[in-house]
């Protein structure tokens, strides 16, 4: 009986940590402004203007690797592509706030 509910508790706690939604490093209501102030212009409600295949999207965060909140950090950090960093311009706050909101909006569709 006890190996019994040590396997159901091992399955329940496998299956929160593969399927749990990621935890969010900062505040998502500053995220916003910080998101609608510097990255609007390109990624307004989630799209892209200038790569409409990579999108900010959930489903385009998971294709490309990006669906971590220190995958995002990095890239606004560090730019890539046609995006600029944002590394002069943000504090480490703003950048953990703004990462936080694109998750959360991720996982809301951009609604």
């Known amino acids: 009986m006890k190996k019994l509910l040590g396997l159901i508790l091992l399955l329940i706690t496998a299956v929160n940590f593969f399927f749990a939604t990621p935890a969010l490093a900062g505040d998502v209501t500053k995220g916003a402004a910080i998101f609608s102030a510097n990255c609007a212009s390109c990624h307004m409600g989630g799209k892209n203007v200038v790569n409409p295949a990579k999108t900010l999207q959930k489903e385009d965060l998971e294709k490309y690797g990006m669906y971590d909140i220190e995958q995002i950090k990095t890239q606004v950090m560090n730019g890539k592509a ?8 943000l504090t480490d706050e703003d950048i953990d706030n703004v990462a ?8 809301n569709g951009w609604k």
Request: hydrophobic residues 50%; neutral net charge; aromatic residues 12%.
């Open 82 to 89: 046609a995006m600029p960093s944002f590394l002069s311009r």
């Open 100 to 107: 936080s909101y694109v998750l959360a909006q991720a996982d």
